[in-house]
């Protein structure tokens, strides 16, 4: 899964088979509200536009490659099925067709945004053998943006801290997050965002996994650590609430699609109950 290179597809054959993952704006194609993508021979999907502009061929699933055609901002009527914003999308695929949808929208997002040169204003064109754009001008090649964020279970016994932060569905708990700066380690980012968000100090910071998350380019890597020092006090600017939670008291947590609710279970059930009698 995931394991092959992307390259673009300079002509689609009409017997050509896929599963198709076909964008217009930033909204993707399905044939049913279940979550059904289109399949089957590229002539099949009876598209009137030419798809060689911005198409790629993404991996395999389950053997059928997997293909992104975007139409961009074309007319295009849909004999069955609608569109849908990648949102809608995560709560319909499977997670390992929500990643292939998420490289899918990133990958089109890139040759979206990179049609000039950021050095010297011309013209820039999708090179064939990688995802990259280059420019015929003064050869400055640009390749997809993915931005590192971390996020942080932060652990104090049996309890793990959430907080409802004001971006987030109101009533929505989760662990704490931010973005890499330039020159920090991801390990220095975790201890800032804490101290800066909640007023904490934390120790032990580990590794627990990482999610592209395609909104629009980040790529999340989740962490524990430990409670170190401090009392509780919230950046207001970013944050509503935050407290200690417990697994048998615990607030509405993010989706199933998300790492931060794995990484809230995982420290949950993995926690030290806390002997009251000592
Ligand atoms: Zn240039």
């Known amino acids: 899964m995931l394991a092959q290179k992307m390259k673009k597809i300079t002509k689609l054959h009409p017997d050509r088979k896929a599963i198709w993952f076909i964008f217009k704006g930033d909204q993707l194609w399905f044939i049913d509200r279940e979550g059904t993508l289109p399949s089957g021979q590229f002539k099949q999907l009876n598209l009137n536009s030419d798809p060689d502009n911005c198409c790629y061929h993404l991996d395999y699933y389950q053997q059928s490659a997997c293909i992104v055609i975007d139409l ?3 007319e295009v009527e ?5 569109w ?15 990643l292939m949808a998420g490289r899918a929208w990133q990958v089109i997002n890139f040759i979206r945004t990179h049609r000039f040169c950021g050095q010297c204003g011309q013209s820039m064109i999708p090179i064939k053998w990688e995802v990259a ?14 931005s590192p964020a971390v996020m942080m279970a932060v652990v104090k016994g049996d309890q793990v801290l959430l907080a409802q932060n004001k971006r ?15 020159g920090e380690t991801l390990e220095q980012t975790v201890a800032r965002e804490v101290m800066e968000e909640v007023g904490l100090g934390v120790t032990n910071i580990r590794y627990f996994g990482s999610q592209p998350w395609p909104f629009p380019h980040n790529m999340m890597v989740a962490y524990i650590a430990d409670y170190a020092s401090g009392e509780i006090k919230i950046d207001k600017s970013e944050l509503t609430s935050a407290d200690w939670f417990s697994i ?8 199933h699609h998300s790492i931060s609710r ?13 002997d009251d009698s000592i």
Do not use: T, W
Request: some cysteine; hydrophobic content about 40%.
């Open 133 to 146: 754009c280059q420019c015929h001008g003064c050869g400055h090649r640009a390749y997809p943006r993915v």
């Open 168 to 182: 987030n569905k109101a009533g929505i708990h989760s662990v704490l997050a931010g973005f890499v700066e330039v």
């Open 84 to 98: 849908l914003d990648l949102r809608e999308a995560m709560a319909l695929l499977a997670p390992e067709l929500f």
């Open 248 to 255: 048998d008291k615990l607030p509405e947590i993010p989706g």
């Open 72 to 74: 961009q901002q074309g």
């Open 262 to 274: 794995l990484l809230i279970e995982h420290v949950l059930k993995s926690a030290i109950p806390v």
């Open 78 to 82: 849909l004999e069955q099925g609608d």
